[in-house]
């Protein structure tokens, strides 16, 4: 996924040569934020000139593990309800 976050920002250069770019993630948007800065920063367009994240999961096994214990199955229907609506 940050592969394909950094070839958005690329391409993205490309259609506005010139103009600052901007990145912003919320949750796990904002692991893969942080994963793209992260991974090649070398790679990324010289115009990226600044990034936030919101709560982004730095241990992902972690999280996972947190939601999936008992306590979690009401989060779980929920998540899953609303998840079926958006699809």
Same mark, same amino acid.
């Given at each position: $996924?940050? &592969? #394909?976050?950094?070839?958005? @920002?690329?391409?993205?250069?490309?259609?506005? *040569? =010139?103009? /600052? @770019?901007?990145?912003? =993630?919320?949750? !796990?948007?904002?692991?893969?934020?942080?994963? %793209? $800065? =992260?991974?090649? *920063? &070398?790679? @990324? /367009?010289?115009?990226?000139?600044?990034?936030?994240?919101?709560? *982004?999961?730095? &241990? $992902?096994?972690?999280?996972? #593990?947190?939601? %999936? =214990? *008992? !306590?979690?199955?009401?989060? #779980?229907?929920?998540?899953?309800? %609303?998840?079926?609506?958006?699809?």
């Amino acid at each position: $996924l940050s &592969d #394909d976050a950094a070839e958005a @920002l690329r391409f993205v250069e490309r259609l506005c *040569p =010139g103009s /600052p @770019l901007g990145l912003a =993630g919320y949750s !796990m948007g904002g692991n893969v934020a942080l994963r %793209t $800065l =992260g991974a090649h *920063p &070398d790679e @990324l /367009p010289a115009s990226l000139v600044r990034a936030v994240v919101v709560n *982004p999961p730095v &241990d $992902l096994a972690g999280s996972c #593990d947190s939601l %999936t =214990g *008992p !306590m979690q199955r009401l989060y #779980d229907r929920h998540f899953a309800k %609303t998840l079926t609506r958006h699809v």
